[in-house]
């Protein structure tokens, strides 16, 4: 099993512009999660979904949106790229909610840097 | 919301040697607190997690031990290794929410 897979790696945006962070699972697990990782600051939750067609809130929702069309794909969309969004970027599953002690599972992160 | 503190920031030790990570939690009715490590370009992994029911608990060397009077917990890692070198994450489940708040990190550092 591959797990939980990220792409891209690594990008350079330059301000203003748009991407799209793509995370794909293929654990059958019906939440899915991203966070983002800044230096000394832990992980903050950007947004979160319990199961396909439901996504809601996290922590720092600001500058982005998600979708979840399948179970499977938990795309995270960057509008008009600030500095300010330069992190790096962890998708996450698991097979319960961590309401239910659920382990999360991350993919190997993808390193945004906004210029 | 949840508030999770996690000291030291860097911690550098001898092989061989014991290390210990701390972290406090503000929310007194958090009732599972999980650690995770994340070695270098990695994404995090869980290594061991322990509920408010229960005071200690050990995986072979790794031990993590729950205070809930004072409201902290810590993970123990004894008989260090090189692979022991990692950042290591202490996280909070909140009773008001159902997302896990996660401590700033602890970059571990394991000298031959």
């Known amino acids: 099993n591959a797990g939980v897979t990220q792409t891209p790696k690594f990008r350079i945006l330059k301000i203003g512009q748009s991407m799209t962070l793509q995370c794909a699972q293929d654990m059958n697990h019906n939440y899915m999660y991203w966070y983002r990782q800044d230096p000394g600051m832990g992980l903050k939750l950007i947004y979160y979904?319990?199961?396909?067609?439901?996504?809601d809130k996290g922590e720092v929702p600001n500058g982005y949106n998600v979708s979840r069309s399948t179970t499977e794909d938990f795309p995270l969309r960057l509008e008009l790229a600030a500095p300010s969004q330069t992190s790096v970027y962890f998708c996450?599953?698991?097979?319960?909610?961590?309401?239910?002690?659920?382990?999360?599972?991350f993919g190997e992160g993808s390193r945004l840097t906004v210029l | 919301g949840e508030n999770v503190e996690q000291h030291p920031s860097t911690l550098s030790v001898q092989e061989g040697d014991s290390a210990v990570i701390k972290c406090t939690y503000s929310?007194?009715?958090?009732?599972?607190f999980p650690w995770y490590k994340q070695e270098l370009g990695k994404g995090p992994q869980l290594i061991i997690d322990?509920?408010?029911?229960?005071g200690e608990k050990k995986d072979q060397r790794i031990a993590v031990t729950l205070n809930k009077t004072a409201k902290h917990f810590s993970l123990h890692i004894t008989e260090t290794q090189p692979e022991d070198s990692a950042v290591y994450f202490c996280a909070a489940l909140p009773w008001a929410g159902n997302m896990l708040t996660f401590g700033g990190g602890t970059r571990l550092m394991v000298k031959p």
């Open positions: 979904s319990v199961g396909a067609g439901i996504t």
């Open positions: 322990i509920r408010s029911n229960v």
């Open positions: 929310d007194s009715a958090s009732n599972y």
């Open positions: 996450a599953s698991s097979y319960s909610g961590t309401d239910n002690t659920g382990e999360l599972f």
